[in-house]
């Protein structure tokens, strides 16, 4: 979590003030921007890989940016359960316990929404590019 | 009567519609508020219909239950929110704050008629969860329990297990209505098929079911629905209410008493809507944050060995006449 703010901020700081002033969501845009830097903490596959977050009932980073045939992993931190499921329902997971995730690759270029079925407010994007 | 509900009927009841007349949380997250939550867990809403009106009393204010006050025509309990299974730092032994519940039960002044459970019996959808409620269940005195299913019973399976357990004789994804003493009951459900960006969902099916369901009782049947996400307004950001409630509500209007009874939020809530009083009940498990207090609705968190202490206490700013559903003065150790 801490290394994703200050990672979050660096890019922050990058893009200068102006980005900064737009607050959390351009923040998180121009940190999904340099989805490389999360790869790193994923588990290496054959596969690109990219992570989101699932912290406080929100999906972190949103919308996040991947090339085609990205696996993106989801992870819960919360202490209730979550779940991932396309709009669409073309991708879904099981309920998400603490610490548990979900992996999905995406294979074709477009744009993803997804919710959590249990708490739908939280809603959150995938552009595939 | 320091501990009833100001009901539509009450005296000094002159309320204003949209009005959350009972907030615990009033004060905010500091500590008094906060201890005052815990102080809820494992408690449940003890409930008596007189006059064809509910009154509701917090079983964590037994003692001040009498005979008198609990006689009436019907008298029921409404527990919430067991979350069988959950094992985070804001409760660790979700059984024993259950167990607590069912003691409270067994203790009243007048055995109530039955139990209604308003749903997240358990906490991920696991049939040792399902068990275990069930198990702890069985040494209430009340032998007749009514569930309604919450989102963390159905997960994984569209509520095919919960129906299967507790659904018999139930419609669609589990809603009913039965009779008792006079009182008609429908218990709905909202937690399923819900929306990207929605809230609680009733569904077409559901609303047409009880359009029907309640058109040839007359207006002075009293009402009580029962459901486990709020059919009101409560704090849509955090999805505390529910899309299409409002039109079974207005299948109510002609009623002259309705009580709803929620569960979800993890702590108590009352507002009186014209003919209409809703209820929201503390959650047997863990309490949750007053809306918009903290950035997201999760579980509030305690040292585990605090929590039974912190249940116990009895340093609560309670105002007689004021606050309706009462507070806090019973230690669950």
């Known amino acids: 979590m801490k290394k994703t703010f200050w990672m979050t901020c660096l890019a922050g700081l990058m893009a200068g003030a102006a980005v900064i002033a737009m607050g959390a969501s351009a923040r998180m845009q121009v940190f999904a921007a340099a989805p490389a830097a999360v790869a790193a903490a994923a588990p290496a596959e054959d596969n690109p890989a990219a992570a989101v977050k699932i912290d406080n009932f929100t999906f972190s980073p949103n919308p996040l940016t991947v090339a085609a045939g990205t696996t993106v992993r989801w992870t819960n931190h919360d202490d209730v359960p979550h779940t991932v499921v396309a709009d669409d329902k073309s991708f879904k997971s099981k309920a998400m316990d603490t610490d548990e995730g979900f992996s999905y690759t995406f294979t074709k270029p477009g744009t993803y929404s997804y919710f959590c079925s249990l708490h739908p407010k939280m809603v959150a994007k995938i552009v595939v590019k | ?333």
């Open chain 2, 1 to 333: 009567m320091s501990n009833r509900t100001k009901g539509p009927q009450e005296p000094n009841g002159v309320q204003k519609s949209d009005e959350i007349v009972h907030d615990h949380n009033h004060d905010g997250v500091d500590r008094r508020g906060f201890l005052k939550c815990m102080a809820w867990a494992g408690t449940g809403a003890f409930c008596v219909i007189k006059g064809g009106v509910l009154q509701s009393y917090s079983l964590s204010r037994l003692s001040e239950i009498g005979a008198e006050a609990a006689a009436g025509e019907l008298s029921f309990v409404q527990i919430s929110d067991s979350h069988m299974g959950f094992d985070k730092a804001a409760n660790p032994d979700v059984v024993g704050t259950l167990k607590a519940a069912v003691g409270k039960i067994n203790a009243l002044p007048v055995a109530p008629s039955f139990i209604l459970h308003t749903g997240d019996i358990s906490h991920l959808s696991k049939p040792a969860e399902f068990d275990t409620v069930d198990q702890v269940l069985k040494d209430a005195k009340p032998k007749d329990i009514f569930y309604v299913p919450g989102e963390h019973d159905v997960l994984g399976d569209n509520g095919q297990q919960y129906r299967e357990r507790y659904g018999k004789g139930s419609h669609g994804a589990g809603w009913y209505s039965f009779d008792k003493n006079g009182v008609h009951f429908i218990g709905l459900v909202n937690v399923q098929d819900l929306k990207a960006g929605g809230l609680g969902s009733l569904g077409h099916e559901q609303l047409e079911w009880m359009e029907k369901d309640v058109k040839h009782f007359s207006k002075s049947t009293p009402i009580v629905v029962f459901a486990h996400i709020p059919l009101w307004s409560v704090y849509p950001e955090w999805g505390w209410g529910t899309d299409d409630s409002a039109q079974a509500l207005a299948y109510l209007k002609k009623f002259g008493s309705v009580t709803v009874l929620n569960g979800h939020i993890h702590q108590t809530m009352q507002k009186v809507e014209g003919n209409i009083t809703f209820h929201t009940a503390c959650s047997t498990a863990f309490p949750q944050p007053k809306p918009g207090a903290a950035p997201s609705p999760g579980p509030m968190k305690v040292p585990a060995e605090q929590l039974r202490a912190l249940l116990g206490v009895t340093d609560v700013n309670y105002k007689q006449g004021q606050h309706a559903l009462a507070v806090v003065d019973a230690s669950l150790e």
